[in-house]
């Protein structure tokens, strides 16, 4: 079992002699040595630094592959959940809200709770229009969703994340609005629009940036691809 954590080495030290990852690989150990056939992991991970955190992600995920055991990890992490879960389960007072892959999980919410708990997410609200489409600021998106459960002109909420909304030079007959802030996070340009309906919107414009484009104060158009438009239950 040691050998299994990477510690067939240190099997002679005492605990105080081990770090903190090596401590978590120990306990890993005696819990895989009762071949269990599930094994609990109830946030056993949250008082490492983020550093080892990451480290020990990678050693659970590789473990679980070579045993077979199924594991149950508990996080309040929503990255570490995305990471690692190949099913994850969203609870809310001790129920499950949605069950599924990361990807479904974090591209199709079934409502605003899971869509708001797993990642940064826009809420807009808009208006059922007639075909698969609604309608938001006034302008009309097509919908990749099949929603046609849902009267037209019905009220209804969208889901969108950050980095599926497109920024690009002003158009008419558009979502038009105004960067108000922006700040470089490296991989992506954080800005936030403010729409000419008064409503905001939080973009990851991802590199090359154009500084002409993207500053502050600048106009721009919104555009959202109709996969990326998803309408959520309250």
Do not use: W
């Amino acid at each position: 079992m040691l050998d299994l954590v990477h510690l067939g080495d240190r099997g002679a030290r005492k605990p105080d002699q081990l770090s903190g990852g090596q401590q978590q690989r120990v306990a890993l150990a005696r819990a895989l040595a009762k071949s269990p056939k599930v094994l609990l992991l109830d946030e056993s991970l949250s008082a490492l630094d983020f550093k080892l955190r990451r480290q020990m992600q990678d050693e659970l995920k590789r473990i679980q592959r070579e045993t077979g055991i199924t594991f149950v990890f508990v996080t309040q992490g929503q990255e570490e959940a995305l990471s690692m879960g190949d099913h994850i389960a969203v609870f809310s007072k001790g129920k499950p809200e949605q069950v599924g892959t990361p990807e479904e999980i974090y591209n199709k919410a079934v409502n605003r709770f899971v869509a708001d708990f797993i990642g940064d997410i826009n809420f807009f609200e808009a208006h059922k229009s007639s075909g698969n489409a609604v309608t938001i600021a006034g302008v009309t998106l097509p919908v990749e969703q099949d929603i046609s459960t849902i009267a037209d002109g019905h009220a209804v909420t969208l889901a969108i994340r950050p980095e599926n909304i497109m920024l690009h030079a002003p158009v008419a007959s558009s979502m038009r609005g105004t960067i108000i802030s922006q700040t470089f996070m490296g991989a992506n340009l954080r800005c936030e629009v403010q729409l000419d309906d008064g409503s905001m919107a939080l973009v990851r414009v991802p590199p090359p940036f154009n500084p002409d484009s993207f500053h502050e104060h600048a106009e721009v158009s919104l555009s959202i691809r109709p996969e990326h438009v998803r309408v959520v239950d309250q």
